[in-house]
């Protein structure tokens, strides 16, 4: 089955570190654009950092900028977020998705609403608590 998987969510004090990993099944993603996304209970889903596809570019949601940095190793196939000096308000599920038909990342970060990504991993937990 064609999908993306996600791992390295949990538990982490504030101030603290986490990276999250995906990659994706069944399918090679060298040219798909990638990001990171988030949706806590309530809220819309906010576009977190995005790659391009050569990972040459990056683009971040403005309450992660200089904080997070999301990344892409080719040969391994799998694209990271590292999460620094991370807050109670980062507790979310954490997505990622694939595209290959997004007119920028800048867009695919800003208004994920307005795209049917290609595919969606199936989410992982960050929660920053004491």
């Known amino acids: 089955q064609l999908r993306l998987v996600e791992s390295g969510g949990g538990l982490v004090q504030p101030g603290g570190s986490l990276t999250l990993s995906c990659a994706p099944s069944?399918?090679?993603?060298?040219?798909?654009?990638v990001g990171w996304f988030r949706q806590a209970p309530g809220n819309e889903r906010e576009g977190v950092a995005c790659?391009?596809?050569?990972?040459?570019?990056?683009a971040y949601g403005d309450s992660v900028q200089g904080r997070f940095t999301i990344s892409r190793d080719r040969a391994r196939g799998t694209v990271y977020l590292q999460m620094n000096s991370l807050k109670p308000e980062d507790t979310s599920i954490y997505y990622c998705?694939?595209?290959?038909?997004?007119?920028?990342?800048?867009?695919?970060?800003?208004?994920?609403?307005?795209?049917?990504?290609?595919?969606w991993g199936q989410g992982t937990q960050v929660t920053v608590s004491s």
């Open positions: 998705a694939a595209d290959r038909t997004v007119p920028s990342i800048q867009a695919m970060c800003k208004r994920p609403g307005n795209f049917r990504m290609d595919f």
């Open positions: 790659i391009s596809m050569n990972g040459r570019r990056t």
């Open positions: 069944e399918f090679t993603w060298d040219y798909y654009e």
